[in-house]
């Protein structure tokens, strides 16, 4: 029972142009989501997220959509740059009553950005 | 510079040889987890640490324990591998909180001959 989902293992984009990544979850708990980026050979590094009670956050290139009533997020990467290729991952996160986040992931998708 | 230190970064063991991963932090977070990820997956919780409270995911085999002894220090015991368990480890930590974003070490790759 796979609660998020990240559809496309893979996307390929132009440098300069805009990356578009996609991840749907089904859990309505969710109220937190965070994008990772991860380079081979390293660990995930948290790159952005963002609060259910918001349906937009942005940083610099960076900016995650949320749609709360279709269960899906995204991440736009603009202008998208050769260094920018790696394996994002989506993931998601619910407070249940904890004083930590159980984080939930999607599978990755692997982006290349070509010069 | 860096702040989630995991050693070693490669480990290989027999199958059934207990084996002991370690994950060191100087963020002083409050929490510390244990992911496994495998080839081509999402990774996966296995048990995390709030502060000396250790909690287990339900599904995580018993095969798999872990210890706390300080704030910085957190390691992941594997007592009789087999070859399933073959994969990325990954540590992480975080401020307590639900909605703080976990910071990763490099992981661990673990190989069961």
């Known amino acids: 029972d796979q609660q998020v989902k990240q559809n496309s293992p893979s996307l390929s984009v132009q440098e300069g142009r805009i990356s578009i990544l996609n991840c749907d979850y089904t859990n309505s708990m969710f109220d937190y989501f965070l994008w990772y980026k991860k380079y081979p050979a390293e660990g995930p590094t948290f790159l952005i997220s963002i609060s259910s009670i918001k349906d937009k956050n942005e940083d610099g290139r960076f900016t995650v959509f949320l749609n709360k009533s279709a269960k899906h997020l995204s991440l736009h990467i603009v202008p998208s740059q050769p260094g920018d290729s790696a394996v994002y991952f989506c993931?998601?996160?619910?407070?249940?009553?904890?004083?930590?986040?159980?984080?939930?992931f999607g599978q990755g998708t692997i982006l290349t950005v070509h010069p | 510079d860096a702040m989630v230190i995991q050693n070693p970064r490669y480990q290989v063991t027999q199958f059934g040889k207990p084996v002991t991963l370690s994950c060191s932090q100087t963020l002083n977070h409050n929490v510390m987890y244990w992911y496994q990820q495998k080839s081509s997956q999402a990774p996966k919780l296995l048990f995390h640490y709030y502060d000396k409270d250790f909690n287990n995911e339900a599904d995580t085999p018993d095969n798999f324990q872990s210890r706390r002894p300080n704030t910085s220090f957190c390691f992941l015991d594997i007592r009789s591998p087999g070859l399933g368990d073959a994969a990325m480890y990954l540590c992480?930590?975080?401020?307590?909180?639900?909605?703080?974003?976990?910071?990763f070490g490099d992981g661990t790759r673990l190989s069961i001959l």
């Open positions: 992480a930590t975080s401020k307590a909180g639900y909605n703080q974003p976990q910071h």
């Open positions: 993931a998601a996160s619910d407070a249940g009553g904890t004083s930590y986040g159980k984080l939930t």
